[in-house]
């Protein structure tokens, strides 16, 4: 739910075009070793949020996401998720990795599919 408010609270922000993740309102969401940063507020996306929360808020952002098969992903991974280069992994209950070119944090999953 907080997720959610955060998105709609920054769609008012309106920033150039950033190469991260960069959304429709200007926000960029910047991958780092605990999740999301939110940028340009200090607002955040960390590891350990429901993805019924997290989805929502980065589709409405950054468009629709692609959904990739779960080859090469620990079992724990129900989901895998990508938004331009930015790829998501969750749980049945949380966000728990992402993947941004060669850079990694939290649980992910070697291949794309």
Do not use: H, Y
Request: with cysteine; net charge positive; hydrophobic share 40%.
């Amino acid at each position: 739910m907080a997720v959610v408010c955060i998105a709609m609270m920054l769609t008012a922000c309106v920033q150039p075009a950033a190469k991260t993740g960069q959304s429709r309102q200007g926000v960029e969401f910047a991958p780092d070793a605990n999740g999301l940063a939110v940028l340009p507020s200090a607002q955040r996306v960390d590891f350990g949020r429901s993805p019924k929360g997290v989805i929502p808020a980065l589709t409405r952002e950054l468009g629709k996401p692609k959904v990739l098969g779960l080859t090469g992903c620990p079992p724990t991974i129900t989901r895998r998720m990508q938004w331009n280069d930015l790829e998501l992994t969750f749980t049945q209950e949380r966000f728990v990795g992402w993947t941004q070119g060669a850079a990694t944090a939290g649980t992910t999953c070697n291949s794309i599919s």
